[in-house]
Each structure stands twice: as structure tokens, then as C-alpha cells.
């Protein structure tokens, strides 16, 4: 239970210091080793909470002390299982204003309090709970004397290691003070979503009323990955990055703006008046640019991106409804295809329709076994021989065909199927891996790379189940290597880095994947366990041009060998990328020039053959 808990604590942003009986520290939260790391030699705990348990009396010692340190914090600490609570601690009554019996009699007894704006939501993240994850979230509560308070809530699942149930902690906190204290500090104030609907059925309605009169549009901002930046920066920096990019959504924006925040990283905009499309739609792209700016977070600076859905009124019987749905409709198609913008448009209804269809299939698609794998093999560009292969997915749809991961991973990952795809991956990677070893010796000696979701970092659960499948003997015998993106790396938990220790103890390598995009950043290699770096083709395609791109591309290899880690440099697509890499002492190349993705019977061959030659030849030659 200890361990839940100092995890939790460790995402408080106050200081936490907890002594035992004889004055000893027995657990110190982040934010308490930075205070105290920063004070002067001697001195006391400074500004942190220091709560003082006293020694044990009871047989139910962990829960007394648990108690004792609970009680001192302002915060409801509670923790259940799937039916019942287990434990609250005594703050209950001085947040929520009365005691926890509801709790204890049911289970689900905090939803019947949640504002009904937020009910959805916080719902879905109460039931999902169960999955395993650790996350927080905010929402309005109504406290025992009828008034509405602003709670934060973290929570964390944990496994019990007596009985091996999957428990949740969970801290709520109430933050309406800081809240309403900014506000009046001056803070920006955002309209909400049922303001916003409404201002824009006026607007509608005005359209309608003056034919021809000019056009207005709405769109939908969602920031990409938002989630990464709040749990590495906490909440209050995350609060801050959103203040900021509210504000240059505002500026960005011209003539007669409203915007509202309709969640933690979205927000609606509508404006007007614009001449024609291409305006408005220039105006978005802008305010995406704006956006992306980098941001000030202490020492530090972070890029938060932006993806919009834009949509117009279609004609006279438009209405508001109807606008938000279309809005909302290219936001997904933008988040589904990764661009930065998709302008709603009838034609591409049926695509959308599709891949609305796409996330109903996908669970049906994983029952059936749909999904398979193609290997891309990473060369050596002066042997020309195959030193790795990087094990990609693909869904052979029953109608639309074999479908690309770049269409369904993001949907995955939004609805929590990824974990189900990445672990029946697995297991179909042992599988391939038990015959490559009983008939294809020479390609089962081969390294094979998997991709896995940063969704999985840290879940107690799913570490299980790697460690369930690493187990097997065709895994055992292969050299596994897991390639990871970069955002596990930046919520830089030290849950997540003791996670990745114990896979590598099991033989597993560790590779930063996509190196170059999104929150690079050198430091990660400084804290996390990594054996390898993919260098993302970003830095490809401009390597034969650019003086710059080389520069950074031999201080990256350097920086490799001084590390003692493995170093791949993907998408190389010509001849000329090739050589400039290869003669800059490159040793691990991938590429569509050199290999695009294999299925099972291509690969033999080319082990055997190797790259082409001409393609692979000898740098002294
Ligand atoms: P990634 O890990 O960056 O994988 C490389 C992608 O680049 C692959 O696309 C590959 O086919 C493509 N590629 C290879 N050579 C070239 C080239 O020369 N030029 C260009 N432009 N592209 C090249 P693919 O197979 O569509 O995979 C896309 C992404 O989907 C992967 O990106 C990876 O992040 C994710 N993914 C693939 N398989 C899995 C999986 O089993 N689980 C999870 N969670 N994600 C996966
Ligand atoms: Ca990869």
C-alpha cells in the first residue's frame, strides 16, 4: 500500500515529509527533495508539510501509520477495489462536508456528485480506472452544503501485492481557491461550452436571417499530446501552458472572435467575418502556428501542437448543432491522418463515416486476428548485411483491405485498444519467432525491434503481461528489442525508468524511437535506461542540402558512441541520403530505398542476398 501512496505523493506539487516515530525521514515526495536540495546545509523541513507518524500500537500497523499520514494531508485519500472502498482517509468530511458512509455502501457513490457537464468524462475515467492507468483529472463537485467545488483528482492503480487484486488509489484535492484566485489576478476568461453554443446559435440564426451576408466559421483545437506536458510539468505549469496558448489563440485571431475551453486541451473558436474560405482557413493555420511557439516552463521550453477541425455553415437550414458536430467530425479526421488541419467538407463525410466504422471495427478486428506483421530490416551500409528487423503492424480490413498503423494507432491509442493490439502483437511475434527458430535459424538470430505505445508505461497490469510473454522460450532465445517514443520518456517518472529497468533485466533492449520529434530532448538519455536511438527521417530529408542537418546528425552519432548505445537513422529514401549517411560513419540504416516493410517469405531471401550491391558498396572500395 506504501508504495501507491509514495507514488502518489510524489505527484503533489507541495512539499511532503513523513517521520517515523524516532524522527527518522520515511518518505519525502519530488517536490520536497527539490525544496531540500535547494536549502542550505542544515536548517529545517522550509515550507514542506511534515506530518510525524507515531509508532504502531495496533496489529493493523500500514493502515494506522497510513491513516496518520493521510490525515494530515488536505486531501481525500481513498482506495477500493472493483466493488468496494477499502480505505478513505478522515479528510473526507472537511472536502466533500460530510462523512464517507456513502462511499462504503456504494462503490460509484462519487459520480452522484459530479456536476453533469463533467458526469461523461469523469465517468468513462472512473470505469477506467479498472484498465490499469494512472491519470488525473479535474471536475466540478457538489460539496455537502449545495455549493459547486472544483476537485482535482489523481488516481492510481496498483496491484496488492498480498493478494494480487488490482486496487486504486485515488488523492482528490479541492482547488476552487486556486482557481478562483487567479481569476481574479486577471486570468482570461474562457466561455464554456454551454455559452459558447449559445452565442453560436445567435450567430447562425443571424446568418440565416441576411442571405449573403458574410460567412462565419467554427473550429475545434485540440492539443495534441497535452496529456505528456501536464503529468511531466504538473498541473499548475500545465494550467499556465494552457493560459498561454489561450491567449495567442485569442490574438491570432481576427475581427469579431469568441472562444471557449471545452475540456482540458480543446477549444472551440468561431469567427467572422470572412470573404471566403481560404481566409478563414489561413487565419486557423495561423493561430496553429502561433500555438506551437516554444513555451517557458522554467529553464526549460516545450512545444505544445495544435490540430483544427474547421467547418463552415453548409446552408439555410444549418444550425448550430450541426455546425459543432461537423467541427468535431474534422478534428478526428485531423487527429486519424495527423494533419494539422482538415476543413469539413461533404465528400469527405463518407471518410469519416469510415473511419468512425474503423474504431467499432477494431475490436471486433482483434477477436478475429486481423492484424498482422510486415518486418523492415535496418542494414548495415558497408557489408550491406541486415542487422536488425523492426516488426511493424498492419490490419488486413475484411473490406477496405490491408490498412497502414498510421490510420489506427492514434484511434487505438485514444480508446485504450492499443494495449490489447501491442500484447496480441507480442504474443503473434513469439509465435513467428518459435518458427523462425525451428526452420529459419539464420533469421531467428536476427535482433527484432517492436513498436510500444507509450500508453503502457507505467500500468502495473500491463507490465505483468510483458513479463508473462517475455517468459516464453521463442522470446528467451531472441533478442527483443522494445522501441518506445519519446513521450514515455518525458513524463520522466521514476516509476516508468524502474519499469523499463526490470524489462531490460529481462533481456529486453530499450530504443527511443522517432528521436527528433516532438520533446527531444538530450536529457532523457541522461535518466532513462536506453540501448539504442532511432534518428527520425526529419533529419533525412534534408541531410544532402543542408550543412545544419549534418552538423546535428554527426553530433548525434557522437554523442551515441560517447553514450555506448546503438544508433539507427530511418527513412532514407535515395541514393544520395544513403551515401552522405553512410560516409558519415552511420552503421545502422532503414529506409524505403533500401527495404521497404517485408512479409514472412520475402525476408528469407533477403537474408540471404543482402542489399543490393550496388547500393551496399564498401566505403574504402
Ligand atoms: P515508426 O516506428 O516511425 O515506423 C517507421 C514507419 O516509417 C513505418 O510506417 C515504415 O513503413 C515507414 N518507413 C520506412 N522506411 C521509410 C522511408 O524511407 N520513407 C518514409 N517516408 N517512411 C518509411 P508504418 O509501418 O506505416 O508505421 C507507422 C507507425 O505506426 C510506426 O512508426 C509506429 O510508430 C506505429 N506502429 C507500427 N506498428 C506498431 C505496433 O505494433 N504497435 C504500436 N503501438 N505502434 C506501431
Ligand atoms: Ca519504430
Not at 296 to 318: D, Q, S
Amino acid at each position: 500500500m506504501w508504495d501507491a501512496i509514495r507514488e502518489l505523493m510524489e505527484q503533489f506539487e507541495e512539499g511532503i515529509v513523513v517521520l517515523d516515530a524516532d524522527g527518522e525521514i520515511a518518505v519525502v515526495n519530488r517536490a520536497a527533495r527539490e525544496k531540500l536540495a535547494r536549502r542550505e546545509q542544515g536548517g529545517g523541513f522550509g515550507d514542506c508539510r511534515v506530518v510525524r507518524m507515531g509508532r504502531a500500537r495496533s496489529v493493523e500497523v500500514e493502515r494506522q501509520q497510513l491513516d496518520e499520514v493521510a490525515s494530515a494531508l488536505p486531501v481525500v485519500l481513498s482506495i477500493r477495489n472493483r466493488t468496494k472502498y477499502l480505505y478513505i482517509s478522515q479528510a473526507h468530511e472537511k472536502v466533500f462536508g460530510d462523512g464517507p458512509e456513502s462511499f462504503y455502501k456504494n462503490v460509484r457513490a462519487f459520480l452522484e456528485r459530479v456536476h453533469p457537464d463533467d458526469y461523461e468524462p469523469v465517468r468513462e475515467a472512473f470505469d477506467s480506472d479498472l484498465a490499469g492507468n494512472p491519470h488525473q483529472y479535474r471536475c466540478q463537485y457538489q460539496h455537502a452544503s449545495g455549493e459547486w467545488r472544483k476537485m482535482h483528482v489523481r488516481v492510481l492503480p496498483y496491484q496488492d501485492p498480498d493478494s494480487g487484486d488490482l486496487l486504486i488509489a485515488s488523492l482528490v484535492e479541492d482547488v476552487t481557491e486556486v482557481r478562483e484566485g487567479r481569476k481574479q489576478q486577471g486570468e482570461r476568461r474562457l466561455l464554456g461550452s454551454a455559452e459558447f453554443r449559445a452565442a453560436l446559435g445567435q450567430w447562425t440564426e443571424e446568418w440565416i436571417g441576411r442571405p449573403g451576408s458574410p460567412l462565419f466559421a467554427v473550429a475545434f483545437i485540440d492539443l495534441a499530446r497535452f496529456r505528456v506536458v501536464n503529468e511531466s510539468f504538473g498541473y499548475s505549469e500545465g494550467d499556465r501552458i494552457l493560459e498561454e496558448v489561450s491567449e495567442r489563440i485569442e490574438q491570432g485571431l481576427p475581427g469579431q472572435a469568441l472562444i471557449a475551453s471545452l475540456g482540458l486541451d480543446l477549444f472551440a473558436v468561431m469567427v467572422r467575418p470572412f470573404e471566403g474560405r481560404e481566409q478563414a482557413e489561413t487565419a486557423i493555420r495561423q493561430v496553429l502556428l502561433a500555438i506551437s511557439a516554444p513555451i517557458e516552463v522554467g529553464e526549460t521550453t516545450v512545444r505544445v501542437m495544435g490540430r483544427a477541425g474547421l467547418a463552415f455553415p453548409r446552408n439555410i437550414e444549418c444550425t448550430a448543432d450541426a455546425l459543432l458536430r461537423d467541427a468535431d467530425a474534422a478534428l478526428q479526421l485531423a487527429k486519424q491522418t495527423r494533419e494539422p488541419l482538415v476543413v469539413s467538407n461533404v465528400n469527405r463525410a463518407v471518410k469519416l463515416q469510415e473511419l468512425a466504422m474503423l474504431e467499432f471495427d477494431l475490436e471486433r478486428a482483434l477477436e478475429q486476428n486481423e492484424f498482422f506483421f510486415e518486418f523492415q530490416p535496418v542494414f548495415d551500409p558497408n557489408s550491406g548485411e541486415v542487422k536488425l528487423l523492426e516488426a511493424l503492424v498492419r490490419w488486413r480490413h475484411p473490406r477496405l483491405g490491408v490498412i497502414s498503423p498510421t490510420s489506427f494507432i492514434s484511434l487505438a491509442e485514444d480508446t485504450g485498444l492499443v494495449l490489447r493490439l501491442d500484447m496480441k502483437g507480442l504474443e503473434r511475434l513469439a509465435g513467428q519467432l518459435e518458427y523462425w527458430h525451428s526452420v529459419e535459424p539464420a533469421v531467428a538470430d536476427l535482433p527484432v525491434s517492436v513498436n510500444i505505445s507509450g500508453r503502457h508505461f507505467p500500468s502495473f497490469v500491463m507490465e505483468r503481461q510483458f513479463h508473462e510473454l517475455l517468459k516464453k522460450p521463442a522470446m528467451k532465445n531472441s533478442r527483443i528489442i522494445f522501441e518506445i517514443t519519446e513521450s514515455v520518456f518525458v513524463e520522466s517518472n521514476s516509476r516508468t525508468a524502474a519499469a523499463l529497468e526490470r524489462l531490460r533485466a529481462e533481456g529486453v533492449a530499450i530504443w527511443l524511437d522517432d528521436f527528433g520529434e516532438g520533446y527531444s530532448s538530450l536529457r532523457y538519455l541522461a535518466h532513462f535506461p536506453v540501448d539504442g536511438i532511432k534518428i527520425s527521417e526529419t533529419f533525412v530529408k534534408n541531410c544532402v542540402q543542408e550543412e545544419k542537418s549534418r552538423v546535428i546528425l554527426s553530433a548525434l552519432l557522437a554523442l551515441a558512441r560517447g553514450l555506448g548505445v546503438q544508433m539507427v537513422v530511418e527513412g532514407v529514401e535515395n541514393q544520395r541520403q544513403f551515401e552522405t549517411l553512410r560516409d558519415m560513419g552511420f552503421e545502422a540504416l532503414q529506409g524505403y530505398y533500401l527495404s521497404k516493410p517485408l512479409g514472412v517469405k520475402e525476408i528469407r531471401q533477403l537474408i540471404e542476398s543482402g542489399v543490393e550491391e550496388e547500393k551496399a558498396r564498401p566505403r574504402s572500395a
